[in-house]
């Protein structure tokens, strides 16, 4: 069946230092969608991509959609301690959304 | 709106023991799933449902079952808990399968 995977599990980093996951697709993706999760919360929506390519930038985030169509990428510029939580992907298959591991920020300052 | 109400928050039960964890959106959204989330695994689909009357397995059904008799409320029924069920339950709604999820606030079951 359809599995995401994602990279790295888990990342420190510096307040400041830039952050980047990667997500990628046992097969062709109609859509990706990322959301983040606080700790102790839900994850809540970020943001979806659609087309092969493509980019979108959400203030410090950019996000990315592979040309082919089975890996995207979340980057985070000059990190802060707001950013502290766990990132998901999630990939839409026929007619399910199937999550990403996950991968979990810790920002010291 | 509400949005999506799960309830409850907490829950120990004993091995053996059924329970029904209870879900409803007020947003009128066809599309519902519940995930349940364990460290280091992310977010595993048990069920889901694209409409009322409709529901399908996920990634990882057995020892759940779920009903969709209603637009609004999609429970999810544990029918004989075991340990390996301990984890924390997220139920899901989106208006289609292209627009964004919105996740209910978890059920943290623990199992002994």
């Known amino acids: 069946g359809q599995q995401v995977m994602q990279i790295p599990q888990y990342q420190h980093v510096q307040e400041g230092e830039d952050f980047t996951t990667y997500c990628n697709s046992s097969?062709?993706?109609?859509?990706i969608q990322w959301y983040k999760q606080r700790p102790g919360g839900h994850p809540v929506f970020l943001i979806q991509?659609?087309?092969?390519?493509e980019v979108k930038k959400q203030k410090r985030l950019t996000f990315q959609f592979g040309e082919a169509k089975k890996n995207s990428s979340l980057h985070i510029t000059a990190t802060q301690t707001t950013d502290v939580g766990t990132y998901f992907c999630?990939?839409?298959?026929?007619?399910?959304?199937?999550f990403g591991t996950g991968t979990r920020l810790q920002v010291f300052p | 709106n509400a949005g999506v109400t799960q309830t409850p928050k907490f829950q120990v039960l004993k091995t053996g023991q059924s329970m029904t964890l209870q879900c409803a959106q007020d947003?009128?959204?066809?599309?519902m799933s519940w995930y349940r989330q364990d460290p280091g695994m992310g977010l595993r689909l048990i069920h889901y449902?694209?409409?009322?009357?409709?529901?399908d397995q996920g990634e990882v059904p057995n020892g759940y079952n779920v009903s969709r008799s209603t637009t609004e409320d999609f429970p999810l029924r544990l029918l004989s808990a075991a340990p390996s069920q301990t984890s924390v339950y997220f139920c899901?709604?989106?208006?289609?399968?292209?627009?964004?999820?919105?996740f209910g606030q978890g059920t943290r079951l623990t199992v002994v």
């Open positions: 097969t062709t993706l109609s859509n």
């Open positions: 899901a709604s989106s208006k289609t399968l292209n627009t964004e999820a919105f």
């Open positions: 449902s694209v409409g009322a009357g409709i529901t």
């Open positions: 991509l659609v087309k092969s390519g």
């Open positions: 999630a990939g839409r298959g026929t007619d399910k959304l199937i």
């Open positions: 947003m009128n959204h066809e599309y």
